[in-house]
């Protein structure tokens, strides 16, 4: 059993080094990963597939609420980061997880609602046209799910998104066991195919191309909770598909501070189900933050839940821009604040845990995933 400083440790997921404040450039920060390793698995009963789909998340709890909680012991931070995966017949397994620390000189051994209002004043969301936009880096890395959420690219066969748009916290929603994952591509008007599109076969339309999900791996963080205690610090979940995709995708990082990301402001992308068939795009402030989630108020409607949230900022190691996947848009907050209703929209942050067991998932290897 890990003591407290071992918990800080893992909760803080060792030394982060951050640009020294004459740096001129918004830089990665490098940190030092945990390392998330599968224990045991356990067969589980063929799940009902009987919960609606909610396309948002409604908590009364905002950032005073979860700054105050208690930190979890460190056999509740294992089973939170213990996980579900579900696949495209049925079967259902629970992997319960091990969580490390490794030294840079290991070897490699191992309540309340309201009237959701997520538009605040003036509408500042663009709506992306045009194949020369939606078909590049990075609004091509923006999916969508038949279960109506958004999903993001996140390696060759991978989508992220939000746990409640596969399971609601009790139940696996209906339509999860056949998700599907669409790509907008071109409708040309004579109904062709082919990459070589002629100016007499100029698309008219977009239209989505869809792929089955072969598996997906929602944690027990979510499963266990709601949207009103620990549960929304869990909302984030990884599809990967039956076949790749073959476009370029956004890598994840690990959240930094607020007040290291670039002029504070976060992004993204998701089909807002007020604007059908349209992707729509946005940016905004980052107005407070716990260790698990981002408050912000950007423009969004149900639908833009599962959303990538990315910064770009320089890659000192590769002497280059990179934009990450630093959270996934869970949805809208009321907060009761001193008798004050105040709204929020919320992202939940990759921490270095979330990053070591998301990582793992996509490349099932510890080794490749130790730098956030």
Not at 140 to 149: A, D, H, N, P
Not at 264 to 271: D, N
Not at 342 to 357: E, G, H, M, S
């Amino acid at each position: 059993m890990a003591g407290l400083s071992t918990l800080i440790l893992l909760l803080c997921a060792a030394k982060d080094v951050m640009p020294s404040s004459s740096h001129w450039k918004p830089t990665w920060p490098s940190y030092r990963v945990p390392v998330i390793l599968p224990q045991s698995t356990l067969n589980l009963d063929k799940p009902q597939f009987d919960a609606e789909a909610r396309l948002e998340v409604v908590s009364p709890c905002g950032p005073a609420c979860h700054k105050s909680s208690p930190l979890p012991t460190y056999e509740e931070v294992k089973h939170y980061l213990s996980y579900e995966t579900l696949y495209a017949n049925g079967s259902l397994i629970e992997t319960e997880v091990g969580i490390y620390i490794l030294s840079n000189s290991a070897d490699g051994s191992p309540g309340k609602s309201r009237t959701k209002r997520q538009i605040y004043g003036y509408d500042s969301r663009f709506s992306i046209f045009g194949k020369d936009f939606l078909l590049n880096y990075p609004f091509s890395t923006s999916v969508k799910l038949s279960t109506g959420c958004t999903g993001t690219l996140v390696a060759e066969k991978h989508v992220l998104t939000a746990a409640h748009c596969i399971h609601d916290g009790k139940s696996y929603v209906k339509g999860a066991q056949k998700l599907r994952v669409g790509f907008l591509k071109p409708k040309l008007k004579d109904g062709s195919k082919g990459a070589n599109i002629t100016s007499s076969r100029m698309p008219e339309k977009m239209k989505f191309q869809w792929i089955r999900v072969k598996r997906t791996h929602v944690p027990k963080g979510w499963i266990k909770g709601n949207a009103n205690d620990i549960g929304m610090d869990y909302d984030y979940a990884l599809l990967e598909l039956k076949k790749p995709h073959k476009r370029k995708f956004m890598k994840i990082g690990v959240s930094p501070p607020a007040r290291h990301l670039p002029g504070g402001r976060i992004h993204f992308s998701g089909y807002d189900n007020d604007r059908p068939g349209n992707l729509v795009y946005r940016f905004c402030d980052v107005k407070d933050e716990t260790y698990d989630l981002l408050y912000q108020q950007c423009d969004a409607q149900p639908g833009a839940s599962g959303s990538g949230v990315y910064v770009r900022m320089w890659k000192r190691q590769n002497h280059k821009w990179e934009r990450k996947i630093i959270g996934i848009f869970s949805g809208h907050q009321w907060v009761d604040m001193n008798g004050a209703p105040q709204d929020f929209n919320v992202a939940v942050r990759i921490t270095p845990l979330k990053y070591a067991q998301i990582c793992y998932w996509i490349k099932g290897n510890y080794l490749d995933c130790r730098e956030g």
